[in-house]
Nanobody
Framework: QVQLVESGGGLVQPGGSLRLSCAGSGTDISASHMAWYRQAPGKQRELVAKIYSGGMTYTAPSVKGRFTISRDNAKNTLYLQMNDLKPEDTAVYYC????????WGQGTQVTVSS
């Protein structure tokens, strides 16, 4: 059974940084296509960043240059480093295994506010 558990969310001031983690069990993150999504209140869930099994990455234009997706194969953990956070980054952030098969984590709240 695949389990993805996010952590690292919280309240941060504009311009601050957070690093989200997604610990996987029942799945090999290094052999999967993994992604981070976010959903703000009243908005659709959107793709933030993706990392393919071969290591190639994609970052959404809205966060490019500020957010970085990475993984630690030894720890079977996916990360999202978020720098220069803005109020519009406030959302619930979800980890997802895109392939093989789709699985979601439970989400972690990120709030950017002064």
């Amino acid at each position: 059974q695949v389990q993805l558990v996010e952590s690292g969310g919280g309240l941060v001031q504009p311009g601050g940084s957070l690093r989200l983690s997604c610990a996987g069990s029942g799945t090999d993150i290094s052999a999967s296509h993994m992604a981070w999504y976010r959903q703000a209140p009243g908005k659709q869930r959107e793709l933030v960043a993706k990392i393919y099994s071969g290591g190639m990455t994609y970052t959404a234009p809205s966060v490019k240059g500020r957010f970085t997706i990475s993984r630690d194969n030894a720890k079977n953990t996916l990360y999202l480093q978020m720098n220069d956070l803005k109020p519009e980054d406030t959302a619930v952030y979800y980890c997802r295994r895109e392939w093989p098969g789709g699985s979601w984590g439970q989400g972690t709240q990120v709030t950017v506010s002064s």
